[in-house]
């Protein structure tokens, strides 16, 4: 049997930021009590009508002009139509062959469409209720529904489940470049759908797909997606044939378990929405969403690159996190420029300790931590101790110096006669390696070197200390 | 032209219960009504574009600005099942 | 002493601005007579006399079909699954008329969900039809028909989708007008087929009608994406000859399937209006032949999906006891929707469902284009269009409920123009007798105009109006 290679798309829906939602004025919702942001239209009361919302139509272009789509002139809605209780008027307005933007490309992966529509309504499973005796209930809150929504279709051009997380936080960090949508996942402004199918390497034939839906964090896409395709793998290689089925992949048990099969595929009859005109979409319309367009993280990623001298990883890295890249440039606010590359690598421990949180968000303030990497800078304090810093910082914030100076964290140095102390008891506590250095062997240097580090708990200067330990064994 | 099966699909996704009663004769009476609506079938209709709205407007946008909501009891008010301040159904994963 | 229920909607305006006439007094009378009706053309009277406004109406009380929204009042659209339904908001077209002075006297009776043409299908029974209470007043707008021809409400607004207004004014003898699509806002308007629901007045004149049509159209409606605002205006028609008017008779609506009574009176009129200095040719409409195929792929596709939301959860009728969600829906929407209601979704439903779209919706919407395209060309040469408005006479109750193509078939001569969007008004012109034989029942002549045409076809209509001199005082007994 050939060697089988993933095929990946992406479906994301992005909520956008505006005040009001898509089709009515209520205001959009942030834990407001249930049903308190609610109106005939979005509650979908006979003979309320839909009017879209303006800001929506301009956050569409400037998604769809940054993703390089084409505008179409003239888009228009569609009625999708199926029944759930989270869906009130029993159709859901959406666009279908006529969206707002189509084509368009993000770091080589070619993206079909983009496109507006409502958000659906949540509903809240709330078990056994006490009324109807044995019956499990669900209770609906239309706070949510008709949120305005952007879906983005990629065009299946993903290689592997890291290629789709990487280009996702590419993706998310663009759209909130755009300052369009809060896209964070975990309280669903932003969400993926994967399609996923399995075809023997150099082939161009398509397999069956399958859709993983929902999937409410980077890491839990790219697991899902791994699972799918290992799930897939086994069945072609047992001879056996992919259905096409609806999957959820459960991050706890990592299993996927089918949520509906094709024969139960939904016919969703969509149809021109009669109620909405069609959106022209004119010159100016374009020229003002082209204006509200500020810098894209690939741009910022090249200029991060080039003017400030970070490598293509560590730029990425800043750039694709938007929010480590605001944090990132607000620090050398306070360093300058020139320490581009000490704070880019101190970041990075940065964020090995706050993991996906903002760091706008935690108690280390950029003048900080700016301080703290100007500390090291001058060799005052030493890179281990500074790490122990960060921590402090990261738990309870403060000033770095303060903190040095509370816990005795300054740099041991050459001034300091401990120092050479220190390594004098080093020395004479491993007379071996000590042989072995004077003899010439530089390898050995490191179990001195260790156990002076030790000794200060990371306070010494590693070059400090090699010199120190040079010079005594000179003598 | 409709037989019995498509009866029930297409009730099925208009979500309607039909009594036997009811099956029987819709598949006669739709089979009759479309036979009459057959007639377009035979119409030339090549590069004609279909109409969605007969009059032209354009335009017709809304400002991002916010209205008054509907007070929750107002919202709640013609509910046939009210449960925890929202609208209770019988659960879809039951 | 007034007669009171005698006066038109106009002369009880004017009674009331010059002080012979108080507007609670007027509403009081109606109030009574609604209250005392025999045709069951109303849902709801109301009991107080709201405040008398002192706009351009006068405070002469209006006769709202069901199916607009009125805040605290039943707005049940005919149906079961509405029953007693009281919405919080109030459709734009009655709010705007309220304030321009014509506050609300009743809901009336409606087929259901505005499908039918006959009021039969209205969940709360069907309404008569005052000149021979064994036959039906039309529909779907029966009850606002029947009412105003009865003398229970002054005048009454009503929603015409393939000919709503315009045969059931015809049917009682009295002036119905569609206007525009677009003209008149939807918003609040329960709806029916979205793309061809139209708010307009039923009158016992032409110049009641444009009255009231005058407060109906004007800024768009900011809550309705398909409103306009409207070009022009409407004034109070005062024309009393047709000269230089051209007048098109289709032949494909004016002989095949119409009664033979009808025709005579439609042949009459033309007579009398050539009289009055119009001239009176044949025009083609092509494709008028394929309007009610096409209507009724549209309008059943487009109510399939307005009636989804009709689903148990968040008003109306609900099921009891249902085992789980498809059964509730399922049950619910089986007993709260009539049979023509159900029939209506099925073949909606059928017609956008996988594999038959283009075969049945797309080519609909093409035959549209098709006809819109016909009228356009008509109105090159002709001003307006003229047709009986209904093929025959009011039919008695339950005679076309056994076969639901027998009872399309009455708006074969209405659809076309909503499939066009254009405006179109029915007159009565005078009375024939039932196919059968038997007393002699009203008859309507439709005048279709081109988009935003309302104030030439009121003058126009009303020019034959005065002419033909149509005495409805029967009805009113
Ligand atoms: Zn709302």
Redesign the interface.
């Known amino acids: 049997m050939s060697e089988l290679e993933a095929v990946i798309g992406l479906e994301i829906h992005t909520q956008l930021k505006t005040r009001t939602k898509m089709f009515c004025g209520c205001e959009l919702s942030f834990g407001e009590p249930p049903n308190t942001r609610t109106c005939p239209v979005c509650l979908g009361l006979p003979g309320a009508l839909p009017v879209a919302n303006a800001r929506a139509i301009h956050f569409a272009l400037m998604i769809g002009l940054a993703l390089g789509c084409e505008v179409a002139p003239r888009s228009i809605f569609h009625r999708k139509n199926y029944f759930y209780p989270d869906l009130p008027k029993g159709y859901q307005i959406s666009q279908y062959d006529e969206p707002i933007c189509s084509g368009g490309e993000l770091a080589g992966v070619r993206l079909h469409r983009v496109h507006l529509e409502e958000d659906a309504a949540k509903l809240i499973h709330v078990g056994e209720s006490g009324r109807i005796h044995g019956s499990q209930r669900s209770v609906v809150d239309f706070n949510r529904g008709g949120t305005p929504l952007v879906e983005i279709v990629t065009e299946p051009e993903l290689r592997s489940p890291g290629h789709a997380r990487e280009w996702l936080t590419l993706l998310r960090a663009t759209l909130r470049s755009l300052g369009v949508s809060d896209v964070n996942m975990e309280e669903g402004s932003l969400r993926a759908d994967a399609n996923v199918s399995l075809r023997p390497v150099g082939t161009s034939v398509l397999g069956t797909k399958t859709e993983l839906k929902n999937m409410n964090s980077f890491r839990f896409i790219e697991r899902g997606i791994a699972a799918e395709i290992e799930r897939q793998r086994q069945i072609i290689e047992s001879g056996g044939a992919v259905e096409q089925e609806t999957l959820h992949f459960d991050p706890s048990s990592g299993r996927l378990s089918s949520l509906r099969s094709k024969e139960e595929a939904e016919d969703y009859r969509y149809f021109p929405e009669p109620d909405l005109i069609p959106i022209a979409t004119t010159d100016e319309m374009v020229s003002a969403a082209r204006a509200d367009i500020g810098e894209l993280p690939l741009d910022r990623a090249k200029r991060f690159e080039a003017d400030l001298g970070l490598n293509a990883d560590g730029a990425r890295n800043l750039a694709f996190r938007g929010e480590l890249g605001d944090y990132f440039e607000r620090v050398l606010g306070s360093t300058g420029a020139e320490h581009a590359v000490a704070v880019a690598n101190w970041i990075g421990q940065l964020v090995a300790r706050i993991g996906d949180a903002d760091p706008a968000d935690t108690n280390v303030t950029p003048q900080a931590f700016g301080a703290l990497v100007m500390l090291v800078g001058s060799r005052a304090v030493s890179g281990a101790a500074a790490r122990e810093v960060l921590d402090v910082l990261v738990a309870e914030g403060g000033d770095p110096q303060a903190i040095i100076d509370a816990r005795g964290l300054g740099s041991l140095s050459r001034k300091d006669g401990d120092l050479a102390t220190i390594v004098a008891r080093a020395i004479a506590a491993d007379p071996s390696a000590s042989e072995r250095v004077r003899a010439g062997n530089d390898k050995a240097i490191g179990a001195l070197v260790g156990a002076v580090m030790r000794e200060t708990r990371g306070r010494a200067d590693g070059a400090e200390v090699t010199r120190l330990i040079h010079e005594q064994l000179a003598t | 032209m409709?037989d019995r099966d498509?009866?029930l699909?297409?009730?099925r996704?208009?979500?309607?219960?039909?009594?036997e009663e009811?099956v029987a004769r819709?598949t006669i009476?739709?089979g009759?009504?479309?036979e009459?609506?057959?007639?377009?079938?035979r119409?030339d209709?090549e590069g004609?574009?279909?109409?969605?709205?007969?009059?032209d407007?354009?335009?017709?946008?809304?400002?991002?600005?916010?209205?008054?909501?509907?007070?929750?009891e107002?919202?709640?008010?013609?509910?046939?099942?009210v449960?925890?301040?929202?609208?209770?159904?019988?659960?879809?994963?039951? | 002493m007034m007669d009171l229920v005698e006066l038109t909607a106009a002369q009880a305006a004017a009674a009331i601005g010059r002080g012979d006439l108080a507007a609670r007094e007027l509403f009081d009378f109606y109030r009574d007579r609604a209250a005392a009706d025999e045709l069951n053309a109303f849902t709801w009277v109301a009991q107080e006399s709201p405040e008398a406004g002192d706009g351009p109406l006068g405070g002469v009380p209006l006769a709202v079909k069901d199916l607009f929204c009125t805040a605290g009042v039943p707005s049940q659209s005919g149906s079961r699954i509405l029953e007693g339904y009281r919405p919080p908001y109030t459709a734009t077209v009655v709010e705007r008329l309220a304030r321009a002075g014509a506050p609300l006297l009743a809901k009336t009776n409606q087929d259901e969900f505005a499908m039918g043409s006959s009021t039969e299908n209205s969940g709360f029974g069907p309404t008569l039809n005052p000149w021979d209470r064994t036959r039906v007043p039309g529909g779907s707008s029966g009850g606002s028909a029947a009412a105003v021809a009865a003398g229970l409400a002054p005048w009454a607004i009503g929603t015409d989708t393939g000919g709503s207004i315009r045969q059931p004014a015809a049917l009682c003898g009295i002036v119905g007008l569609k206007p525009t699509y677009g003209a008149v806002s939807r918003y609040g308007m329960i709806a029916f087929a979205s793309s061809l629901d139209q708010a307009g007045p039923l009158t016992r004149d032409v110049s009641d009608a444009a009255l009231l049509l005058m407060q109906m159209v004007g800024a768009r409606d900011p809550r309705d994406a398909t409103s306009l605002d409207y070009p022009g205006s409407v004034s109070l028609p005062a024309r009393t000859d047709l000269h230089g008017i051209r007048l098109g008779v289709p032949t494909e609506l004016s002989s095949d399937g119409i009664e033979p009574g009808v025709l005579g009176a439609f042949a009459a009129s033309l007579e009398l209006a050539r009289q009055l200095g119009a001239s009176v040719e044949t025009c083609q409409l092509p494709h008028a032949a394929h309007a009610l195929a096409a209507y009724y792929v549209l309008a059943p596709a487009e109510a399939s999906s307005n009636l989804a939301r009709f689903d148990g959860v968040r008003y109306g009728l609900r099921a009891q006891d249902a085992t789980d969600l498809l059964d509730m829906y399922t049950r619910t929407r089986h007993d709260g929707f009539g049979a023509e209601v159900k029939r209506r979704i099925m073949l909606g439903t059928y017609a956008l469902s996988s594999g038959y779209y283009e075969a049945y919706y797309g080519r609909a919407q093409r035959v549209r284009t098709l006809i819109a395209r016909d009228f356009a060309a008509t109105f090159e040469h002709f001003d307006f269009v003229v047709t009986p408005t209904a093929p025959g006479v009011a039919f008695e109750l339950g005679a076309k409920t056994a076969d639901p193509y027998a009872m399309y078939l009455n708006d074969i001569c209405t659809v076309p123009a909503s499939l066009a969007g254009i405006p179109a008004i029915s007159i009565p012109n005078g009375m024939a007798a039932p196919p059968g034989g038997g007393k002699s029942l009203p008859v309507g002549l439709q005048l279709i105009g081109p988009a935003f045409s309302e104030d030439r076809l009121l003058s126009a209509a009303f020019a034959l109006e005065q002419a033909l001199g149509f005495d409805g005082r029967a009805a009113r007994r």
Do not use: K, M, Y
């Not at chain 2, 009459?36 to 079938?41: A, G, L």
């Not at chain 2, 004609?48 to 009059?55: D, E, K, L, R, Y």
């Not at chain 2, 407007?57 to 929750?72: N, W």
């Not at chain 2, 107002?74 to 099942?81: F, G, K, T, V």
């Open positions: 409709i498509t009866v699909h297409v009730a996704l208009a979500r309607l219960e039909l009594s009811e819709l009476e739709l009759a009504v479309l009459h609506i057959e007639t377009i079938s119409l209709l004609v574009p279909p109409t969605s709205h007969v009059i407007v354009t335009g017709a946008l809304r400002a991002d600005e916010p209205e008054p909501c509907l007070p929750r107002r919202a709640l008010e013609s509910a046939p099942e449960l925890d301040d929202g609208f209770a159904v019988p659960s879809p994963q039951a």
